[in-house]
């Protein structure tokens, strides 16, 4: 979430002791070809709001759901430019990026991985 940094109560990483700052991470969005799953209900909404490029610009997931396609490592909608990590398709985006909590043990661990991965 963009306006994370905003909140004087943002979650703290506990092993690095930073603030999470998730448009200066991403990790979350280089979880894996298959990882971010899309519910049937994205796909419905995306078509009803004239999004079929979205829709177009999914794959084979896990638990035979869709699931967004990667590009250079990520997600083809996480934007790198100038240093951040943005979502193209914030306002629109997935209801699993919606429920993605910054500071969750997935949030946690993902980050782990992505400073292991240097």
Do not use: M
């Not at 700052?21 to 979880?31: I, M």
């Not at 971010?36 to 009803?48: F, K, M, N, V």
């Not at 909608?77 to 909590?101: N, P, W």
């Amino acid at each position: 979430d963009p306006d994370l940094t905003r909140h004087v109560d943002a979650p703290v990483d506990p092993d690095t002791g930073e603030p999470l700052d998730c448009t200066r991470c991403g990790a979350c969005c280089e979880s894996g070809e298959g990882n971010i799953l899309i519910p049937a209900e994205d796909l419905l909404r995306w078509r009803r709001l004239g999004r079929q490029d979205l829709v177009d610009a999914t794959v084979d997931g896990h638990f035979d759901e869709r699931a967004f396609a990667f590009s250079e490592g990520a997600c083809v909608h996480l934007d790198r430019g100038e240093g951040r990590s943005l979502c193209r398709i914030y306002e629109v985006r997935g209801t699993t990026c919606v429920a993605f909590q910054a500071g969750s043990w997935q949030c946690l661990e993902f980050r782990r991985d992505k400073r292991r991965a240097g």
